[in-house]
């Protein structure tokens, strides 16, 4: 039962979906039909459903049969109406079909244009595509056409960054284009490029300013120059608002306003730019000599390329080699002062231009590299000046060279260099200075003591008084009081050597001044040098004087006048350094100067070398004696060479009148002795065996004149009979052979008061053994004369009893 109520409730689902599918074919479009076909094909009650639709078609035509039926006349109207109307269709279709003849005939070339047209519409969309594409791409090859103009024009910086716009902004907008990818391939060596060609610049300017450092030094010099002369004219005159900085002076070499961060224009050069037209007028810009902008460009370009380190340790591994090639002195340097004055222009060119990259750039140069090679350089410096100012032996030459290390200091000084070493080997290079002058001024009291007439001065007229007195101190009120002509006491080479005494001290000041020493130090090495040059090299040339053979007592007594002149002379010289040095005498550790022991020395050698001359001349007068000691003629004058050398010796006391009183009494008494000695060492010679009492009263009347020459006082200032003195021995010792006063001589031996005190056994014994002898030998019958055997009995007995003397004095 259910299952047929079952059956019966599936057919009336069924029927109802066939009804509703009927109903969607005939409601839907034909073209939409098969999606409702084939859900009835997907059933499985296809069959009854074409039942159902034959059923509902059978019923469709019915109606359409129904409603024919009822149409039917309207039917037929409209039939016969339709034949009608296919005849004026046909008509119409002949005239639309000759229209449109006509039409496809006239439109043929509209046709032909309209195709034209398209053609022409799609060339224009090509070409505005085109063109769009291009203006994508003309950036990119203007970019790159700039960039190889750069290039070619060197002009690597802005290349560089011409580089980076293309490579990071315009190719990647048009990178699926061929030549793009060409150019980004490309880039990579272009930048190789231009790195290898900056440093070829790089290398160029290394050479470039390794040529030029000299010149560049020497503007550098000029300008420390001018600033120091400006310097003095400001102390001089002060003005207001003349102040300026030092160092801003000098950068008027390299005075150019230097972005941290970007590189010099092309047209810039980055050296020397002046601050006034009178300055630039004066030293000439240094700017043609040197283009400063490879080295920021290739920095830059190094910068942007992430290689900074590598160039700069390139730069200054270059530049340390130029450091040691510059430093490297010729080996004539020390010839001329332009080999020095080149020397110090290369070593201020390198660190000037070292000092403007250090504050042009950043860090490309440090302090500490800085530093590094002024250490280097001063001590190579200093080592290369002590070597070759040592060979230099003209004085001008090192105070030239002095002031040149002045300079050079002064300069880098201003550039903050240290340069407190250069001045303490100046002070090595100013002993060395004294010595060469010492040299030049030997040379010059040389000539001057040459060529000297060792007379005094005449003068005939005021003027000629004054110039001498212009030239030396010196003041006598009686010689001014007398009329010209008149004579100084003293020669020529007295004004000459005091005045070249005072250019010595003018040389030595030169030598001091712009050393930054005290006017106490100035002072103590002025005197030390002058002492030097009175106690060393002036005494020396004296003492050459003084000692020639060929030297006079006219000379060596002008020399004692002139030396005791040069004494009194001194203190003026002390006065004379005083005021160059404004320094005190009584000031503490001032030194003295020594030239009163100089000419007092002097003078003591003169008068030495006047004894030792005089009693040479009178050796040489004595060489003339020739005695005929065997004579038995009894003479009634002295000898003519005796007459000739008391006549020598009166002149040339007498020229001794200018003499202090002392010196002409000592070669006065010296003479004398000397004299004495030798007429008794004349007698008692060994070559003379054998002397008569004749020969012996000639010597007497020798020795007699001798006396009265010390008699007559020919030098004032001995007391009566002082200089008789000198003669004594002789006159007692003749006394007693002449006068025979052996008793005498022998009962008073040995008392104080005895009336031959100075004849001496010894001597008395060898005169007696020579008149002995004579007798004997001369008279060869005496024997049988009572006289002559009482005389030769009482020689004997004298001479044995003066042997007695002579063995008990020696006991």
């Avoid at 519409?121 to 063109?131: C, E, Y």
């Avoid at 560049?216 to 010099?221: D, K, R, V, Y």
């Avoid at 270059?318 to 004055?341: F, I």
């Amino acid at each position: 039962m259910e299952r047929g109520k079952m059956a019966e409730a599936e057919s009336l689902e069924t029927a109802a979906e066939h009804e509703r599918i009927l109903r969607e074919i005939e409601s839907t479009d034909t073209a939409c039909i098969g999606p409702t076909l084939r859900s009835v094909y997907d059933g499985e009650e296809h069959g009854r459903f074409m039942e159902k639709l034959e059923t509902r078609i059978r019923n469709h035509d019915r109606e359409i049969e129904k409603m024919c039926n009822f149409h039917y006349q309207g039917f037929v109207d409209s039939i016969t109406e339709l034949l009608k109307v296919r005849g004026e269709a046909q008509k119409l279709k002949n005239q639309v079909t000759d229209t449109n003849r006509k039409l496809q005939h006239e439109g043929k070339e509209l046709v032909i244009a309209m195709e034209e047209l398209k053609q022409c519409r799609l060339q224009q969309r090509n070409i505005s595509a085109t063109v769009d594409k291009l203006m994508l791409c003309l950036p990119v090859l203007e970019m790159y056409s700039k960039l190889r103009d750069q290039m070619k024009t060197k002009r690597h910086y802005p290349a560089l960054k011409t580089l980076e716009h293309l490579e990071h902004t315009y190719l990647p907008q048009v990178s699926h284009y061929r030549f793009c990818k060409v150019m980004v391939d490309n880039i990579p060596k272009l930048r190789e490029e231009i790195k290898d060609v900056s440093m070829s610049d790089l290398k160029d300017f290394l050479e470039s300013i390794r040529k030029h450092s000299d010149k560049i030094g020497e503007t550098a010099m000029k300008q420390a120059q001018q600033q120091r002369n400006l310097d003095n004219i400001v102390l001089q005159q002060p003005r207001i608002g003349s102040k300026r900085k030092a160092k801003k002076d000098v950068y008027t070499i390299f005075d150019t306003e230097i972005e941290s961060t970007s590189p010099k224009s092309e047209q810039d050069s980055g050296i020397l730019d002046v601050e006034d037209e009178e300055d630039e007028e004066e030293v000439p810009g240094t700017q043609d000599l040197v283009d400063f902008s490879p080295v920021y460009r290739c920095l830059h370009i190094y910068s942007v390329l992430g290689a900074r380190e590598t160039f700069e340790n390139y730069y200054r591994k270059q530049r340390r080699k130029q450091a040691r090639l510059v430093l490297q002195p010729p080996s004539n340097m020390h010839e001329t002062l332009d080999g020095y004055r080149k020397y110090f222009n290369q070593i201020v060119g390198f660190f000037v231009v070292e000092d403007h990259i250090l504050h042009t750039t950043q860090g490309l140069v440090n302090r500490a590299y800085i530093d590094e090679l002024w250490e280097m350089a001063l001590s190579k410096t200093i080592a290369a000046l002590r070597t070759h100012s040592s060979y230099c032996s003209d004085p001008n030459l090192v105070l030239d060279l002095k002031n040149l290390i002045v300079l050079f200091a002064d300069t880098l000084q201003v550039y903050g260099f240290p340069v407190n070493q250069l001045f303490d080997m100046l002070l090595e290079v100013r002993d060395q200075y004294s010595e060469t002058l010492l040299k030049k001024w030997a040379g010059i009291f040389r000539n001057i003591l040459d060529s000297d007439n060792y007379s005094p001065i005449p003068v005939t007229s005021e003027e000629m008084y004054k110039k001498v007195v212009g030239q030396f101190p010196f003041q006598d009120i009686e010689l001014e009081k007398q009329p010209f002509p008149k004579k100084f006491p003293f020669s020529e080479f007295v004004p000459k050597v005091y005045s070249q005494i005072k250019e010595f001290i003018y040389a030595c000041l030169k030598f001091s001044e712009d050393l930054h020493l005290s006017t106490t130090e100035i002072d103590d090495m002025i005197r030390k040098s002058t002492n030097l040059l009175l106690t060393r090299t002036l005494s020396n040339s004296l003492q050459n004087v003084i000692k020639r053979k060929n030297i006079g007592l006219t000379e060596l007594v002008q020399i004692i006048i002139n030396t005791t002149h040069l004494e009194k002379s001194c203190k003026f010289l002390e006065e004379f350094i005083t005021n160059i040095t404004n320094v005190l005498p009584e000031t503490v550790h001032t030194s003295k100067l020594y030239g009163t022991t100089t000419f007092k020395d002097a003078r003591h050698a003169a008068e030495e070398e006047i004894y030792t001359n005089l009693n040479q001349k009178i050796d040489q007068f004595l060489q003339l004696a020739d005695y005929d000691w065997m004579t038995g003629d009894l003479g009634n004058k002295a000898s003519d060479y005796l007459v000739d050398l008391i006549a020598f010796l009166r002149s040339t006391f007498a020229v001794f009148t200018h003499l202090p009183g002392k010196v002409a009494q000592t070669a006065c008494m010296s003479a004398c002795k000397h004299l004495a000695t030798s007429l008794m060492q004349l007698l008692l010679e060994a070559e003379v065996r054998q002397l008569t009492l004749g020969a012996l009263q000639q010597f007497n009347l020798d020795v007699r004149e001798c006396e009265q020459f010390a008699r007559s006082g020919p030098v004032p200032g001995f007391q009566e009979d002082t200089l008789q003195l000198a003669f004594i021995d002789l006159r007692q010792l003749l006394d007693l052979f002449i006068q025979w006063d052996w008793s005498t001589y022998l009962a008073d031996y040995g008392q104080p008061n005895c009336k031959y005190l100075r004849v001496n056994p010894v001597t008395a014994l060898t005169l007696l053994e020579k008149m002995k002898d004579t007798s004997r030998k001369n008279n060869m019958f005496a024997q049988f004369r009572k006289n002559e055997r009482d005389k030769q009995k009482l020689i004997d007995t004298v001479a044995k009893q003066l042997r007695g003397l002579i063995s008990s004095h020696h006991s």
